[in-house]
């Protein structure tokens, strides 16, 4: 990594024309600077009447958002696994210049994307735009951090550049994507939804109970679709509102890939990196909120000594600590759960800090950890053979981590639950529930039932 003290446009980008000359390269010019407060959405709005591809990230609860536009680096281009892709970054960090004189999270240079739930699963022309690894360097990256704001520019600059011309073209991609009184439009409308095949899958939950108690499985996770029917092509800043204002306490996120757009808000972070912290979470057992303060409170005791939801936070929980002894020290979890509240759920919390081994990454971690007990089941490999085999959808970036990696050695990810792919004028929205010996097909309908009010609120349904 080559750091930059100057801090002109257009002498950081003589440099990077210097080198790339001198080195017969195409290096990557990555460069932070603070700005006045500009409105995520707005940003967000502006990229996309620039057709550019775009990508949202946001912690409602830290009033944290990056905000990314174009792509001026595919980070997981020939790369089929995360180590090769961790290889890559490793590799552009040290190609690129970076000036960055902060040292907040989400800035200088940073990558975001997100990758297959079952990179061995059949996949279907629904997740075409998407391949099983895709983590871009946008061209320019909006990071508010509370009351700050950091605008970061990514080019690739090549030997035959005039930095002059240059120059002026990033001012004026960046005038318009920070122009603060873009227009956001209204949001559409729900026409209608269908159950994909909910008789088949209530059947595979059945099935799914006699395959357990005849085996050495504890549990499989069962996902299922709901086809919703806008009534105009979707809008997806208003979506991104909607979700930022009701969805407290999660992760909003957007990955849009050639027209299409994976969307959501998840409220289960997989691993959080600070320099050499990290922290994990386990998020498993779901009730609905209560009417009142009091039903509420009676739910979620409730749900705190229910013995299936107990029973489905422990497998979380014990392989969390153990994925994270491989590669961490000093692993902390508390002894029992708490309530984590939502807007329409209440689940079951067990937060899990340690400290990185020195020689291990964000992306080890990642690898270790997914899929998770609560999006896959108990044990990993028999359970996913189950999934492959008798779950009639494609789950493409559904139930997978999505999240953000930075050169600060700071990151995000989350597990991509609360979500949809919106395609044109209509979305597919996707939930899923944990399956044990003695599940009922109809209460574990009910639950993802539940599980895809977030998504289908925000919609307009």
């Known amino acids: 990594m080559i750091e930059v003290k100057e801090t002109s446009l257009k002498s950081m980008l003589d440099r990077a024309i210097n080198e790339a000359k001198?080195?017969?390269?195409?290096?990557?010019?990555?460069?932070?600077?603070?700005?006045?407060?500009?409105?995520?959405?707005?940003?967000?709005?502006?990229a996309g009447q620039l057709s550019m591809n775009r990508t949202f990230w946001s912690t409602t609860a830290e009033a944290f958002y990056i905000v990314g536009a174009g792509n001026s680096y595919d980070l997981a281009a020939k790369a089929n696994t995360i180590e090769q892709m961790e290889q890559n970054w490793q590799e552009l960090l040290a190609a690129s210049i970076i000036h960055n004189p902060y040292e907040t999270p989400g800035t200088g240079?940073?990558?975001?994307?997100?990758?297959?739930?079952?990179?061995?699963a059949h996949k279907t022309?629904?997740?075409?735009?998407?391949?099983?690894?895709?983590?871009?360097?946008?061209?320019?990256?909006?990071?508010?951090?509370?009351?700050?704001?950091?605008?970061?520019?990514?080019?690739?600059?090549?030997?035959?550049?005039?930095?002059?011309?240059?120059?002026?073209r990033i001012k004026r991609m960046e005038n318009t994507?920070?122009?603060?009184?873009?227009?956001?439009?209204?949001?559409?409308?729900?026409?209608s939804t269908e159950d994909i095949a909910p008789e088949e899958w209530k059947q595979t939950v059945k099935f799914a109970t006699d395959y357990i108690k005849q085996s050495d499985v504890d549990k499989i996770v069962l996902a299922r679709e709901l086809l919703v029917k806008l009534s105009d092509n979707a809008q997806i800043t208003?979506?991104?509102?909607n979700l930022i204002e009701t969805q407290t306490n999660s992760y909003v996120f957007a990955f849009e890939r050639?027209?299409?757009?994976?969307?959501?808000?998840?409220?289960?972070?997989?691993?959080?990196?600070d320099k050499n912290e990290v922290l994990s979470t386990c998020l498993a057992g779901t009730a609905p909120r209560g009417k009142t303060q009091k039903e509420d409170a009676k739910i979620g005791n409730s749900l705190l000594h229910d013995e299936k939801n107990r029973?489905?936070?422990?497998?979380?929980?014990?392989?969390?600590?153990?994925?994270m002894e491989r590669y961490?020290?000093?692993?902390?979890?508390?002894?029992?759960?708490?309530?984590?509240?939502l807007k329409n759920l209440q689940h079951l919390y067990t937060p899990v800090k340690a400290t990185l081994k020195e020689g291990y990454s964000i992306f080890d971690i990642i690898g270790k950890l997914h899929p998770t007990p609560a999006l896959g089941g108990v044990p990993r490999e028999k359970s996913l053979e189950f999934i492959r085999n008798q779950e009639r959808l494609d789950r493409g970036w559904y139930g997978a981590p999505v999240g953000w990696l930075d050169s600060n050695a700071s990151g995000e990810f989350a597990v991509a639950i609360r979500s949809g792919l919106i395609q044109g004028d209509q979305a597919s929205l996707f939930a899923g529930c944990g399956i044990v010996r003695d599940s009922d097909p109809e209460a574990e309908y009910e639950e993802t039932n539940i599980k895809f009010t977030p998504m289908l609120s925000v919609l307009g349904g």
Request: charged share 25%; aromatic share 8%.
């Open 258 to 273: 050639d027209g299409d757009c994976f969307v959501g808000s998840s409220p289960e972070r997989l691993v959080r990196q």
């Open 109 to 120: 240079l940073l990558t975001l994307g997100g990758m297959s739930f079952d990179p061995a």
């Open 328 to 341: 961490c020290r000093a692993v902390d979890v508390p002894d029992k759960p708490v309530i984590y509240p």
């Open 177 to 191: 994507l920070c122009d603060d009184s873009v227009y956001i439009p209204g949001g559409t409308g729900v026409e």
């Open 22 to 46: 001198n080195n017969q390269s195409s290096p990557l010019l990555s460069m932070t600077k603070k700005i006045n407060d500009i409105d995520p959405l707005r940003f967000f709005e502006a």
């Open 311 to 323: 029973s489905e936070h422990d497998f979380v929980v014990k392989m969390i600590r153990q994925s």
């Open 238 to 241: 208003p979506v991104l509102g």
């Open 125 to 168: 022309d629904q997740w075409k735009n998407f391949s099983h690894l895709s983590f871009i360097i946008p061209e320019f990256i909006l990071t508010k951090d509370e009351d700050s704001c950091y605008l970061t520019i990514n080019t690739r600059v090549r030997e035959n550049d005039h930095s002059g011309q240059l120059a002026s």
